[in-house]
């Protein structure tokens, strides 16, 4: 009589676990809470995109929260013309770009000095960086108003020939509150990289510039890049100093571009809506661009080993 071959052993005959173990309750219900939490801060911005397929006038006769009778994308071809968001788009591009460049390379500098070269006073100056992130830039906007004001600059740099009315004024007030939590995040950063890498430059006679532009730097960029995102999503979401500093309409930054879509007497919600999708639209396209980058800075150290 043939001997059968005996086949592998399934999990049910050696009482082993399946390729698909058992979940865990607790697991399932982590899931669940984030879901729910995710839903819970995407509610506002799903019902501003559906808001601003609907008309005005389905909207005010069903409510927000029925279902559609027509979906079109007129809204947002009204509210780009109407409020003259081309020219905010480029009024914000000209702030918000070169405050974050530069925000970025003075607070690497600042963090260089401190947690690599090790100037005397370095943590002194890193608590007074940090120190001026709890100020709050409300209690700062008279004397910043008055001060501006009496700042001169030549005529091809503002038309005010002053601080005041001018990107250069913007740009400057935005890279002075923004440059003590760039300096806090870098410092910690570098303070983390390992030191034989630099005793190994100077071995090898790189100076100070090189030690910090050819191999701390490129080190950094994944700090960078998570900072990047989070100064650019600050920087082009602020209307208080724009609204401050700035009192020609033509150079306001696209946030303000929302309030000439408000009418005297009547308010298209559903407008606004549409208004509201296109300004958040910039930094959402930003974050997913630069989430890996973003993500692996902020969960740089997380781990050891």
């Known amino acids: 009589m043939t001997a059968i071959a005996a086949g592998p052993a399934t999990p049910k005959a050696t009482g082993a676990k399946g ?27 799903l019902l501003a995109v559906y808001a601003s397929l609907r008309p005005y006038q389905e909207t005010a006769k069903y409510g927000y929260f029925s279902l559609p009778h027509h979906l079109s994308f007129a809204y947002y071809r009204e509210a780009f013309t109407q409020s003259g968001m081309a020219q905010h788009f480029l009024n914000t591009l000209l702030i918000a770009v070169p405050a974050v460049l530069l925000t970025l390379f003075f607070a690497s500098f600042v963090a260089f000095c401190i947690a690599r070269v090790r100037i005397r ?18 209690v700062m906007v008279t004397p910043v108003y008055e001060l501006f004001t009496r700042i001169p600059l030549p005529y091809w740099m503002s038309d005010s020939l002053t601080m ?19 300096v806090f995040v870098m410092t910690n950063f570098m303070k983390a990289l390992p ?9 090898d006679g790189a100076g100070v510039w090189t030690q ?18 989070l100064e650019f999503a600050w920087i082009y979401n602020d209307f208080l100093w724009a609204l401050v500093l700035m009192s020609s309409g033509d150079k306001m930054p696209v946030t303000s571009a929302l309030n000439n879509l408000k009418g005297q007497y009547f308010q298209d919600y559903n407008l606004l809506a549409a208004g509201s999708v296109l300004v958040a ?3 959402v396209i930003l974050f997913f661009i630069l989430q890996r980058h973003f993500i692996a800075g902020l969960t740089l150290g997380a781990t050891k080993g």
Do not use: K, M
């Open 19 to 45: 390729p698909r173990a058992a979940v865990a309750p607790r697991r399932v219900g982590l899931h669940v809470f984030l879901a729910a939490v995710s839903l819970l801060w995407l509610a506002p911005l």
């Open 121 to 138: 006073g370095g943590f002194f100056i890193l608590i007074l960086f940090t120190a001026g992130n709890l100020l709050p830039p409300q």
């Open 164 to 182: 005041y009315d001018s990107y250069w004024g913007v740009i400057a007030i935005h890279i002075a509150f923004q440059t003590g939590f760039c």
């Open 195 to 203: 030191e034989e890498l630099r005793e190994a430059a100077i071995v």
């Open 212 to 229: 910090f532009w050819r191999i701390t730097l490129p080190l950094c960029r994944p700090a960078l890049a998570a900072l990047a995102t």
């Open 281 to 283: 639209l910039p930094t």
